[in-house]
């Protein structure tokens, strides 16, 4: 992992809490909340992208 990282302060909505909480310990079980988070964030930004260039074509 780069050592290069930024720091962020999120705020979560209350909604999202329990649903993170039960895909950390399903799916991320060996991982940190933050390696959680910056998976989902990863894959949120890919999903935008990949959306974005269907939308150009």
């Known amino acids: ?3 290069n990282l930024k720091r962020l302060s999120l705020t979560l909505l209350p909604e999202w809490e329990e649903e993170l909480d039960e895909l950390k310990r399903e799916k991320f079980y060996t991982s940190s909340k933050a390696e ?3 998976y989902l964030i990863s894959l949120g930004l890919k999903t935008s992208k990949e959306l974005n260039n269907k939308e150009v074509s």
Do not use: F, I, Q
């Open 1 to 3: 992992m780069p050592t």
């Open 36 to 38: 959680m988070l910056r």
